[in-house]
């Protein structure tokens, strides 16, 4: 995982929520974790990870989404089971194997 990612995937979980979350940049986290993200109608989009689908609001005015939105991403990501600190293990794991 990049660091770009990977960074992104620890301030979602982080509290307080930043209001500072770009849909493009959740859209292209989505994607390197194997997410199938495909646009549905008006503004949503269907996410499809690990078996559980999900459906998302692109941010109509700006490109920041809400904190309510980031909530609900939190809880469709933990459903599909990622987090931080599984990411962070694997890549600890791949890091050990590498020497």
Known sequence: ????????????FRDPISANIHWRDIESL??????SVEPAHGARFRILLNGREGFFHQ???GNACNPQSIREL???????GVSPARYE???????????
């Open 89 to 99: 293990m694997d890549d600890a794991n791949r890091r050990a194997g590498e020497d």
């Open 74 to 80: 939190r809880e469709y990501l933990a459903h599909a």
């Open 30 to 35: 989505l994607r390197h974790l194997g997410a």
């Open 59 to 61: 941010p109509h005015h």
């Open 1 to 12: 995982m990049s660091h770009k990612h990977a960074s992104l995937l620890r301030t979602l």
